[in-house]
């Protein structure tokens, strides 16, 4: 099977928002546009393509990323049908609501590029920021489409302002729209300086024009600051234009390209997706702008033999490799297993290894997707995007990958829980079901945690908010037919260490016949995640099941025989999931075991696992053990009026108020609030400013807990932690 289109011709990009910036509206446009679809479904009218889930079309929001495959051909061409013409598109339409931003962070590391969707009368908002740190750490090339401008308050200049204070300086203005509000009819290209205007069913007749004339001022300034931003970054044009000659259209494209690959530059588009304005446009500019494939240096990865840096070019003649980015539940085939291909190509049928865990895998059949849609292909190429059938053991992040040229991609990291709830199956056949249905929902999220009270053993299930609980629990019931009951929402405390500390025990018992004898010296020390994540290779003594905890084997001699290491970590991680001030999971700890003994007969398992326990007891009473708490970043739009009094009462909630901005009318109040404070506070907001005032939050980070609310958190548990057990 050949490729439908060259390896240059293919964009992977992905479009993200703050929820209601009106990203699906703009998706569903390129569907339509495109000629997927053959009708514009409507966010408001709950028939959108992308949104498919039941969920997404009750609560007009995106839940899960919807993968689409498209073609285009730019808006004035002529022949647009002549596949020549055309560029291959893979889009992933992502989710809006900070508490399903997992689906974000795994798009953005298999993305080339995206387009970033404003609201023309809000501007940057929470997610935005959040979406726009993804984009940065993966360094995802970006446009930026204001949306929206037909909107009452719409503001251009106010939104462009609003990018500039507060993600990027490189931002730049490509376009500007025609009209405001009601009167919006189109946009005037900066570049070409042509207008243009969009009629007939849909938006579907794009028409060019001159310039007009009340305009003609506005647009020469606007593309005069265009071009000495570009030509800033071509050393040859700079010097042209300084000596008065003007960069041609083709040399102001090429070179803005350019920049936008390198992260130099970020255009500026604009319109309204709901008025069928300007999303023609959009698509032509991922054309002339995004990266494809090529335009991209070779991934880097390592080799699993030896640890070395190796890398994969974006050549179908390269060895297979490719990253599963994201785990689906089909009630149809069963699981589908997303991947990006970054070298070579696959066919339905053959045989690869999992270089993750080592295994050797058929693929029963590829398939590309349209949101919930399946078309089966025969092969994929270097630069695609597909799904596969049939893996057995595959998780997110794990690499695909060819069985004589093995690599290990850098995985994708994801944000932790800080909500939690308890749930309760209503009967026995529930009891059985439900352990199914999450066990099959947390390999879809990687940010979505099942675990057991320690003491009461409940099911705890945790994610990034209420509403992601929410919809876990309706899922549940709709997809496995698990009836449930939930506890009240909890804050997802965690415990750590605050500084080095050693400790030793012998654990030794005789009670007649073969008796128990295990004896470890341990240290443990406080470590960042980003530590654990950071090291390309580790040493053989080094083990590390995820990016909280690490376990060092410095034993030397044999004083442990090497069969026993294994229970003396089981034990320490058992410690540490018991918590030891208020019972909650301990994180971000090393343990290092560097010494001990042993008995010829009556060491076991369970004496050294046991050992290890008490080991990591004592050694936590000596290391300044604290509970952690999630810290939120909120945004309060307010009118003025209402400040002083929301200023204070986010004060009483052991906030601290770092700063404020305008945006449409309203002041924006920025602040970073404890997790636990922030429960009811969407009712107190809206009795204080008579419903004129509205919030969004997003964790931001964890950090200590005062003493004084640790010791109410320790009263309200009623756990015991281990420093008071025996």
Sequence with gaps: MARAFSIERTRNFG??????????????????????????????DGDTVTDWMEQERERGITITSAAISCNWAKTMETDRKNTDKQHTFNIID?????????????????????????????GVEPQTETNWGYADEANVPRLCFINKMDKLGADYDASIKSIEDRLSKKAVRIQIPIGRENDLTGVIDLITMKAYRFAGEMGIVVTEEEVPDELILEAKQWRAELIERVVAHDDALMEAYLEGTEPTIEEIKKTLRRAVIANELFPILTGSALRNVGVQLVLDAVVDYLPSPLDLPPVKGLNPKDDSEIFRNPSDEDPFAALVFKL???????????????????????????SSTGDKERVGRIVRLLADKRTEVEEVFAGEIAAMVGLKEVKTSHTLCDEKNQIILEKITFPE??????????????????GVALKRLSDEDPTFKVTSDQETMETIISGMGELHLEIIVDRMKREFGVEANIGKPQVAYRETIQREAEAEYKYVKQSGGRGQYGHVKIRIRPIKPLELAEGKSLPKNITREDDHFEFIDSIKGGVIPNEFIPAVMKGAKEAMSRGFVAGYKMEDVSVELFDGSYHDVDSSEIAFKLAAIYAFKEAAKKANAVILEPVMKVEVRTPGEYMGDINGNLSSRRGQVEGTSEMGGKTIIHAKVPLSELFGYTNTLRSMTQGRASMTMEFDHYEVVPPNVAEDIKKERGVRGVEEEE
């Design 15 to 44: 479009i993200v928002a703050h929820v209601d910036a009106g990203k699906t509206t703009t998706s569903e446009r390129v569907l339509f546009y495109t000629g997927v679809s053959h009708k514009i479904g409507e966010v408001h």
């Design 94 to 122: 992502t989710p809006g609501h900070i508490d399903f931003t997992a689906e974000v962070k795994r798009s953005m590391r298999v993305l080339d590029g995206a387009v970033v969707v404003f609201d023309g009368a809000a």
């Design 328 to 354: 689906q539940d089909d009630k149809f085939v069963g699981q589908l297993a997303f991947f990006r291909v970054y070298s070579g190509s696959v066919k339905a049928g053959s045989y690869i290894v999992n």
């Design 417 to 434: 829980p800080v909500v939690a709830v308890r749930v309760e199956p209503k009967t026995k056949n529930d009891q059985e079901k439900m």
